[in-house]
C-alpha cells in the first residue's frame, strides 16, 4: 500500500524502479532503456531523470554494454554483423566502430570466416556426388563462388573472404 503510495505520488521513483528492473533481467543501453520506458508510457522527462540517475550510479554504462556485446558476438558473427547490431541496440556509430578496432582485430574476423568457409566446405563437399575429373573442375569453382556469396552475406569483409577460402582451398588441395 505504501508503496502504491510512492509511485503515484513520485512518477520519477516509478519511471527509476522500473528501469531499475529492466536493468536487473539484462544489460542494455540507454537507448534501448529509453524506448522501453517510452512504451510503458513514461514521459521524455520521467525518462531522462531516470536514465541521469542510472548514469550517476553507474548502472547504464553504454560503453560497458557494447564491450560485452563485442566479446559474446565476435567469435561468431563478422564484424560488420556486430557493428550493426550494436547500432540496432543504439550505441553510437563512432563508439561501435572505436570498440570494434579495440576489441575485434582483423585476424580474428579471418579466423571466424576461415572456420565458417571450413564449415561451409565440408557442407557443400556433402552434397557433391563423386564426378568425372572434367565435371569435378567445374564443380569446385562453383563451390568456391557459392561459399564466397555465403561469406559475403554474413557480412565478412571480401578481404577477409578472399584470405580464409584461399586458405581452405590450399589447405584441402584443391
Not at 542494455?28 to 550510479?57: C, F, H, V
Not at 543504439?90 to 572505436?98: E, F, N, R, S, V
Not at 579495440?102 to 568457409?117: G, M, R, S
Request: glycine letters at 4%; one cysteine or more; charged letters at 30%.
Amino acid at each position: 500500500m505504501i508503496l502504491m503510495m510512492i509511485m503515484i505520488n513520485d512518477p520519477e521513483k516509478s519511471c527509476l524502479s522500473v528501469a531499475l528492473s529492466l536493468l536487473g533481467r539484462r544489460k542494455m543501453a540507454s537507448y534501448t532503456l529509453r524506448k522501453k520506458l517510452e512504451n510503458k508510457g513514461y514521459t521524455p522527462d520521467e525518462i531522462q531523470a531516470a536514465i541521469n540517475r542510472l548514469l550517476e550510479w553507474g548502472y547504464l554504462d553504454d560503453r560497458s554494454f557494447a564491450v560485452t556485446l563485442i566479446r559474446n558476438k565476435n567469435t561468431k558473427q563478422s564484424k560488420r554483423k556486430v557493428f550493426y547490431d550494436l547500432i540496432k541496440a543504439g550505441i553510437d556509430k563512432y563508439l561501435a566502430q572505436t570498440l570494434l578496432e579495440q576489441y575485434y582485430p582483423d585476424e580474428l574476423e579471418i579466423e571466424n570466416c576461415l572456420a565458417t568457409a571450413t564449415k561451409l566446405l565440408a557442407s557443400e563437399r556433402g552434397k557433391v556426388p563423386k564426378k568425372a575429373a572434367k565435371q569435378a573442375a567445374e564443380t569446385e569453382a562453383d563451390i568456391y563462388q557459392k561459399i564466397h556469396a555465403r561469406l559475403v552475406l554474413k557480412g565478412y569483409s571480401v578481404n577477409s573472404v578472399y584470405t580464409a577460402l584461399e586458405q581452405v582451398f590450399e589447405r584441402e588441395n584443391y
